[in-house]
């Protein structure tokens, strides 16, 4: 069963809802700062569902993930829409991604 408190969206075993924007996140979010994340699902074709403090985007990457890999988000700009860096909590380089 879903949160009923989590508007931005969440996900169990079988289900996976994004919804909302990313407003609230984006302004808790600066550049340069260096947040935990979690890759939730893997989209196919570099698209995946990152979860960040809470909140689930859809993201793209020409670098490979793993679904329920443990990421380290690197918001590169905010305006006008959210890129950051993601780097695996491995020795591999990491991949741009935009929300």
Known sequence: MAPMSD????HTAHELVVKGNLEELIRRLKPGM???A???ECLGHG?????V???NMISESHHPFNRF???????QATQPKLIFNLK???DQPGGALYA
């Open 7 to 10: 508007p931005w969206g969440y």
């Open 38 to 40: 979690r890759i939730v």
């Open 34 to 36: 260096k947040v935990p």
């Open 47 to 51: 698209t995946y569902v990152l979860r």
């Open 69 to 75: 890999e443990e990421v380290e988000l690197e918001v």
């Open 53 to 55: 403090w809470g909140f």
């Open 88 to 90: 695996p909590l491995s």
